[in-house]
């Protein structure tokens, strides 16, 4: 389903001892069933360390790119978890459920336009294009008086999900065969992808669920930077090798972001907290334009030393890394 919240971030403990601690970001390939949290206990138990978190939620029976902080990673979290994130999903009209997924329980049976053809279902679709309001799904990990709508809803309470602000920045029709429809969305922060396969089969007059639902992009990470789903299947001495094979260094995290490589007096400044200037880059000015999100303030070996944010001249030091 979509992806519309955060995991627990990082803890601080490090690993056990014996072993080496593992520093990056991870992105896996999550195959059908498994919840965002049982691939982080995963990855916790594998690679032996409680520092481990998500960059945004993939419900159970969702596949695809799940980004994962290890160590210093979890540090990472805040700023992957805004990210824009892009899905191939299958709407099935006729039948919706409670979860508005192939998982939920049947509540309510309509009939399919008979004339459903692709320029009818484009045209529906072009409502959901752009910055709207849209109401989650009852059933979801949002809060309400500090309660998971899901945990009320499971208890038998009546519950009724807040509208919010949600962006589509592009939608687009790929297949129609009744009773499906394939779609490719790419979208902002906060946006439920079963909620769209609600509120789209119903402006095409009928009721409607995500049969299937695939994550293929969040931020700049794509299902080529993943582990195969099938990777996880291996005995865990086998399987550690290759999350720590395949875990991105943190500076290679933030591919997308504006860097300053540091000099040496820019490493003291930094390890002391302290604003960074321009005399402070061993190449080239302070970059600009990242209102955005952090900069990565990297040594000359490219390992990642501290998030930055600019300032006027300067760039304020907002986390450190651990020291390799």
């Given at each position: ?9 990082g803890?601080s ?16 390939d999550?195959p059908?069933g498994p919840?965002?949290h ?8 594998v690679?032996r360390?409680?520092a481990?978190?998500?960059a ?16 210093d ?7 992957l978890?805004?990210?824009d994130?892009a899905?191939?999903?299958t709407l099935r ?13 049947v ?6 336009p ?19 309001l ?18 009320r ?13 949600v ?13 499906e429809?394939e779609?490719?969305v ?7 992808v079963?909620?769209?396969?609600r ?6 007059g009928s009721?409607?669920h995500l ?6 992009h969040s931020?700049?990470f ?5 582990l195969?789903?099938?990777a996880?299947?291996?005995?865990p001495?086998a ?5 720590r094979a395949?875990?991105?260094p ?8 504006p ?6 007096a820019?490493?003291?400044e930094v390890r002391?907290g302290?604003p960074?200037?321009s005399?402070?880059?061993a ?7 990242a ?8 040594d ?9 944010r ?14 390799a």
């Amino acid at each position: 389903m979509s992806g519309s919240g955060l995991s627990g971030e990082g803890v601080s403990e490090r690993g056990h001892a014996g072993s080496q601690p593992a520093h990056g970001v991870l992105v896996l390939d999550k195959p059908c069933g498994p919840t965002s949290h049982d691939m982080v206990s995963r990855v916790r138990r594998v690679l032996r360390t409680r520092a481990v978190g998500h960059a945004g939620t993939l419900d159970p029976m969702a596949t695809g790119v799940l980004v994962i902080g290890v160590g210093d990673g979890t540090k990472l979290l805040h700023h992957l978890t805004g990210a824009d994130k892009a899905y191939r999903a299958t709407l099935r009209l006729g039948v919706q459920t409670d979860t508005l997924d192939a998982q939920g329980r049947v509540t309510e049976h309509a009939p399919v336009p008979g004339d459903l053809s692709v320029e009818a279902v484009e045209s529906a679709a072009r409502a959901f294009v752009g910055e709207y309001l849209q109401r989650a799904p009852d059933i979801s990990a949002i809060k309400q008086a500090g309660q998971r709508l899901y945990a009320r809803a499971r208890r038998g309470e009546i519950v009724s999900a807040p509208e919010r602000s949600v962006v589509v920045h592009e939608l687009r029709v790929l297949r129609v065969e009744a009773p499906e429809i394939e779609l490719m969305v790419r979208c902002g922060k906060g946006f439920y992808v079963r909620a769209l396969a609600r509120d789209l089969a119903l402006a095409l007059g009928s009721v409607g669920h995500l049969s299937q639902l695939r994550r293929t992009h969040s931020g700049s990470f794509s299902l080529a930077d993943a582990l195969d789903a099938s990777a996880l299947t291996q005995e865990p001495a086998a399987l550690a090798a290759a999350m720590r094979a395949r875990m991105l260094p943190l500076a290679a995290a933030l591919r997308d972001r504006p860097r300053c490589v540091l000099n040496a007096a820019g490493l003291i400044e930094v390890r002391h907290g302290r604003p960074v200037r321009s005399e402070h880059c061993a190449h080239g000015p302070l970059p600009s334009g990242a209102e955005q999100g952090p900069i990565a303030l990297v040594d000359e070996r490219g390992q990642l030393r501290a998030l930055g944010r600019a300032e006027a001249e300067r760039v304020l030091v907002i986390r450190g890394m651990s020291e390799a």
